[in-house]
């Protein structure tokens, strides 16, 4: 196919312009919609389409993720552009009907607070002012599995202009001033990178997308794959023709079924219409591209660990150098990116680099997106230009926090990251600021803590997290995670001393100059942060056995409060170890030298009498 | 997709190898017509394994290893590495539940309590009827919906510990 005729290529369905006469209502089919009823609703809407007698009229698409998760289920309608929220099977009817008049249903509609007037597009609602939609621009406003939906939205038309109007020097050219840094995490100047894999000597050559995803907590891969495959694959395909490979692989996470069912489907799309296989848009180029599935191991991530994987081995990383762009799969040089990194590109080459680079900061340039959860009003999938501060992210795209409380902290980057305090809330957010701080960008998980949060239990958490990962090539990760994480827990058990202190410190310094990998280097991070920012807390732990957040099992002390007790004894019946004695309708006592601290008590209670101090 | 435990050991008994172990073989023609070689398959192989009982039967990983000519500590050595695999049998239901940041912060570990006393069983266990196979994973990719668990291809999110008993008995036994 030449680009003529990709530009008269029949889109299938068009996004956002419609065929005349026709309403859209664009159901997220995401995960996080589905586990609030997406399935159920998306269903009762094709029931009641089909007894409308509508098919015609009304044109239903399961879309990717539209970022608003906390609001899910959602739908968006056009072209009246409404959008829905909390969607439930039972207004299905209510919304055919809506549509077929043309008109907007109000009670779906979002509201700030419930005496607010609704808000009808997307546009205005507080949570999506603030965000710049480039990433994310076709989630949620084409069908995934459609690739007409995607050359309808000016899909492949990048790949078009690289194949007949570019060298693979001027699109490594284009992706250098446009200034974009790799989104896996460490912001490594990504045309730089692919020049020096395009320099390096050795043939074949490959290309790998990372699409592991390993942070928990961390969703935003998965919705661009679940929401636009094709941006990925397009990126792969342009990042292939830079740097001369015929073949590549995207490696995704063993709990994504739903990504490697869209990728397969929108691969073989592409391939059928000439976008992969054998000489590309009559260009003379060759590319095939294969999906490889993880198999659930978090350090898999990392780069030379992940090409073990694929070469089907215990996937353990070795020494850098060399590089994958030297050395990569099968000691091929390799260039490998992650998802959204390569979502970028098609805009670079179709936009100019120039454009690109207007939005963003001196180093950062261009947009990130962040998977926003945690103890926050909106939690869901947000993309904002770099610069932004923390403060605009969590209170006017995140709502604030969550049932009037305080921001304690924010968790950046996962368990490499680190959390940062409310003194950081006007920091602009970069590559570098982060760093500068003691956090990192890491993948994009942004979870929001609230004085409920024990900065202390977080630190073990991620400990823990890291320790389970750890795949025990090297020592000082090995070691340093169990050794972390024991005294972390007898921080947690309140028999924790402040010469724990130091050594979490020294430990952790060991840990970053002597590990092997970025996983051992980047463990202490949580603990490191938290102790550099929160360290009241740790000593409170410590010095008067208190757990401010009260979180921490061991230092909580259960005792009832006389005068709400009304003496029923199902605290005494539940209580695992005896420890809860009185007689009836009398309040009842609880002995701290038997209680176990189990919390079944309290959960007991009908009065709320059983409290922890 | 998990076939039970009993689906697994009738099939040794009664079968010919050459036919128990033929889906493997038709496994690494497919690979082969994609261009894939080799050990490279090991590991999608290991996958056809699991997703046909549920789990690795030791006959199975003993054919991968004569099909990729590999000695049979190179496919053990993979298959205890990677969290996915499992060495033995699995329930009729598979609940995992999430461990990661996003669930853990939003009282995931509330959850784990209420179905370790609503299952029995501690995680990586399956119940003594068979019914549930109960795991920890690290994060199902639904944080926005946190705390969330997820029975076979279902995800159920915001949930409570209340809500549990009501939501497991939905699963046939
Ligand atoms: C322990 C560990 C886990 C990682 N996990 C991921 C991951 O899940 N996704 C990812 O894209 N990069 C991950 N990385 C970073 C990769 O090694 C690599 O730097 C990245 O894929 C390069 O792509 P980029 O330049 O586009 O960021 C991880 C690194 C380490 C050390
Ligand atoms: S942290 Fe639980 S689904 Fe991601």
């Keep these: 196919m030449s680009l003529e005729h990709l530009d008269a290529a029949p889109p299938q369905s068009a996004p956002g312009a419609l065929q005349t006469g026709m309403t859209q209502l664009l159901v997220c089919g995401d995960s996080g919609c589905r586990s609030s009823g997406g399935d159920a609703v998306l269903a009762a809407l094709q029931e009641a389409v089909r007894r409308a007698g509508a098919e015609g009229q009304i044109q239903l698409v399961r879309t990717g993720c539209h970022g608003f998760c906390e609001a899910g289920p959602v739908v968006l309608v056009e072209p009246v552009h409404a959008f829905?929220?909390?969607?439930?099977?039972?207004?299905?009817?209510?919304?055919?009907?809506?549509?077929?008049?043309?008109?907007?249903?109000?009670?779906?509609?979002?509201?700030p607070d419930p005496q607010a007037p609704p808000v009808v597009h997307p546009e205005d609602i507080p949570f999506y002012q603030k965000q710049v939609k480039r990433v994310l621009a076709r989630c949620g406003r084409i069908d995934p599995e459609?690739?007409?939906?995607?050359?309808?939205?000016?899909?492949?038309?990048?790949?078009?202009?690289?194949?007949?109007?570019?060298?693979?020097?001027?699109?490594?050219?284009?992706?250098?001033?446009?200034?974009?840094?790799?989104?896996?995490?460490?912001?490594?100047?990504?045309?730089?990178?692919?020049?020096?894999?395009?320099?390096?000597?050795?043939?074949?050559?490959?290309?790998?997308?990372?699409?592991?995803?390993?942070d928990p907590g961390a969703f935003m891969d998965r919705s661009v794959l679940e929401g636009d495959p094709h941006s990925v694959v397009e990126g792969l395909i342009l990042c292939a023709y830079a740097v001369g490979a015929s073949e590549g692989f995207i490696y995704v996470r063993a709990e994504y079924p739903m990504a490697v069912k869209t990728l397969r489907r929108a691969i073989a799309q592409a391939r059928e219409r000439g976008?992969?296989?054998?000489?590309?848009?009559?260009?003379?180029?060759?590319?095939?591209?294969?999906?490889?599935?993880?198999?659930?191991?978090?350090?898999?991530?990392?780069?030379?660990?992940?090409m073990a994987s694929i070469e089907g081995r215990r996937g353990m990383p070795r020494p850098r150098p060399p590089f994958p762009a030297q050395s990569g799969l099968?000691?091929?040089?390799?260039?490998?990116?992650?998802?959204?990194?390569?979502?970028?590109?098609?805009?670079?080459?179709?936009?100019?680099?120039?454009?690109?680079?207007?939005?963003?900061?001196?180093?950062?340039?261009?947009?990130?997106?962040f998977a926003l959860t945690g103890r926050i009003n909106h939690t869901g999938l947000v993309e904002v230009p770099m610069g932004i501060t923390l403060r605009e992210i969590i209170y006017d795209v995140g709502?604030?926090?969550?049932?009037?409380?305080?921001?304690?902290?924010?968790?950046?980057?996962?368990?490499?990251?680190?959390?940062?305090?409310?003194?950081?809330?006007?920091?602009p957010i970069d590559y570098d600021s982060l760093t500068a701080a003691g956090a990192m960008m890491g993948s994009g998980g942004l979870v929001t803590l609230d004085e409920t949060t024990c900065m202390v239990d977080l630190a073990r958490f991620f400990m823990n997290f890291m320790r389970n990962e750890s795949c025990g090539k090297c020592t000082p990760c090995r070691e340093g995670t169990q050794r972390m994480l024991e005294t972390l827990e007898r921080i947690c058990g309140g028999q924790g001393t402040l010469d724990d202190l130091s050594y979490l410190e020294k430990t952790g310094q060991v840990m970053k100059r002597a590990s092997l990998c970025g996983?051992?280097?980047?463990?202490?991070?949580?603990?490191?942060?938290?102790?550099?920012?929160?360290?009241?807390?740790?000593?409170?732990?410590?010095?008067?056995?208190?757990?401010?957040?009260?979180?921490?099992?061991?230092?909580?002390?259960?005792?009832?409060?006389?005068?709400?007790?009304?003496?029923?004894?199902?605290?005494?019946?539940?209580?695992?170890a005896g420890a809860i004695t009185g007689e009836p309708k009398h309040p009842y006592q609880i002995d701290p030298e038997k209680c176990v601290r189990c919390g079944g008590c309290v959960d007991a209670c009908a009065f709320d009498a059983v409290r922890t101090a | 997709m998990a076939n039970g435990a009993q689906d697994g050991s009738r099939l040794v008994q009664v079968q010919a190898p050459a036919q128990r172990?033929?889906?493997?073989?038709?496994?690494?023609?497919?690979?082969?017509?994609?261009?894939?070689?080799?050990?490279?398959?090991?590991?999608?192989?290991?996958?056809?394994?699991?997703?046909?009982?549920?789990?690795?039967?030791?006959?199975?990983?003993?054919?991968?290893?004569?099909?990729?000519?590999?000695?049979?500590?190179?496919?053990?050595?993979?298959?205890?590495?990677?969290?996915?695999f499992r060495l033995t049998?699995?329930?009729?239901?598979?609940?995992?539940?999430?461990?990661?940041?996003?669930?853990?912060?939003?009282?995931?570990?509330?959850?784990?309590?209420?179905?370790?006393?609503?299952?029995?069983?501690?995680?990586?266990?399956?119940?003594?009827?068979?019914?549930?196979?109960?795991?920890?994973?690290?994060?199902?990719?639904?944080?926005?919906?946190?705390?969330?668990?997820?029975?076979?291809?279902?995800?159920?999110?915001?949930?409570?510990?209340?809500?549990?008993?009501?939501?497991?008995?939905?699963?046939?036994?």
Excluded at chain 2, 124 to 147: I, K, Y
């Design chain 2, 21 to 84: 172990f033929a889906y493997l073989q038709a496994a690494v023609d497919d690979a082969a017509a994609e261009g894939q070689r080799g050990e490279e398959l090991l590991i999608p192989l290991l996958q056809a394994v699991q997703g046909k009982f549920g789990y690795l039967p030791a006959e199975d990983l003993a054919a991968v290893a004569e099909i990729l000519h590999v000695p049979l500590s190179r496919v053990y050595g993979v298959a205890t590495f990677y969290n996915q």
């Design chain 1, 399 to 427: 709502g604030g926090i969550r049932g009037g409380r305080k921001f304690k902290a924010v968790q950046i980057g996962g368990p490499s990251g680190g959390c940062l305090s409310a003194q950081h809330l006007d920091l």
């Design chain 1, 519 to 576: 996983l051992g280097q980047t463990a202490p991070n949580p603990v490191l942060s938290t102790l550099r920012y929160f360290r009241a807390e740790y000593e409170a732990h410590i010095l008067e056995h208190r757990c401010p957040a009260g979180v921490c099992k061991a230092l909580l002390a259960y005792y009832i409060e006389a005068d709400l007790c009304r003496g029923c004894g199902k605290c005494a019946r539940q209580c695992p």
């Design chain 1, 146 to 214: 459609e690739i007409g939906d995607y050359l309808a939205a000016g899909g492949y038309q990048a790949l078009a202009k690289a194949l007949h109007q570019m060298t693979p020097e001027q699109v490594i050219e284009e992706v250098k001033r446009s200034g974009l840094r790799g989104r896996g995490g460490g912001g490594f100047p990504t045309g730089l990178k692919w020049q020096l894999t395009r320099q390096a000597q050795g043939s074949p050559k490959y290309v790998i997308c990372n699409a592991d995803e390993g």
């Design chain 1, 275 to 306: 976008f992969l296989g054998r000489n590309i848009l009559g260009s003379g180029m060759d590319f095939e591209l294969h999906i490889k599935e993880g198999a659930g191991a978090f350090v898999c991530g990392e780069e030379t660990a992940l």
């Design chain 2, 89 to 173: 049998p699995v329930g009729k239901h598979i609940i995992r539940s999430c461990t990661g940041t996003a669930c853990h912060v939003k009282g995931a570990q509330m959850l784990r309590d209420a179905l370790q006393a609503e299952l029995g069983i501690a995680p990586g266990q399956t119940t003594p009827d068979g019914r549930f196979t109960w795991e920890l994973v690290a994060c199902l990719g639904a944080c926005g919906m946190a705390p969330v668990i997820m029975i076979d291809d279902e995800f159920h999110g915001r949930l409570t510990p209340q809500q549990l008993p009501r939501i497991l008995r939905t699963y046939s036994a």
């Design chain 1, 330 to 369: 099968w000691g091929k040089p390799t260039n490998i990116n992650n998802v959204e990194t390569y979502a970028n590109v098609p805009m670079i080459i179709t936009r100019g680099a120039d454009w690109y680079a207007a939005l963003g900061t001196e180093r950062s340039k261009g947009t990130k997106v």
């Design chain 1, 84 to 111: 829905y929220c909390r969607v439930n099977e039972s207004d299905a009817a209510d919304m055919v009907a809506a549509a077929r008049r043309g008109e907007v249903l109000e009670r779906l509609l979002y509201r």
